[in-house]
Nanobody, 113 residues
């Protein structure tokens, strides 16, 4: 059974930091990444890291967010710094395993004072 399980969301003040983690299991994953969806908005790609460690970021988060992966542990992380209220959303872990897309259940990130 393929699973992507996120953790690390929560409430943080503007300017604060959070680290999201995603445990991937049940397949061999190539690209892994993070999407987010705010209320009333479409889901958008935040960051993706390929199997070869090529990285792409949404322009809005460049310089503030860092994606990384630990292949030995089948983990992908998203370090989020200098968070803004507009970063608030449900963040979803995504992975491509053997040609299929898989999603986690999502973790809520709230940025508010």
């Amino acid at each position: 059974q393929v699973q992507l399980v996120e953790s690390g969301g929560g409430l943080v003040q503007p300017g604060g930091s959070l680290r999201l983690s995603c445990a991937a299991s049940g397949s061999i994953f190539g690209a892994l990444g993070w999407y987010r969806q705010a209320p009333g908005k479409q889901r958008e790609l935040v960051a993706v890291i390929s199997g070869g460690s090529s990285i792409h970021y949404l322009d809005l988060v460049k310089g503030r967010f860092t994606i990384s992966r630990d292949n030995a542990k089948n983990m992908v992380y998203l370090q989020m710094n200098s968070l803004k209220p507009e970063d608030a959303a449900v963040y979803y872990c995504w992975g491509n395993g053997r040609g299929r897309d898989y999603w986690g259940q999502g973790t809520q990130v709230t940025v508010s004072s």
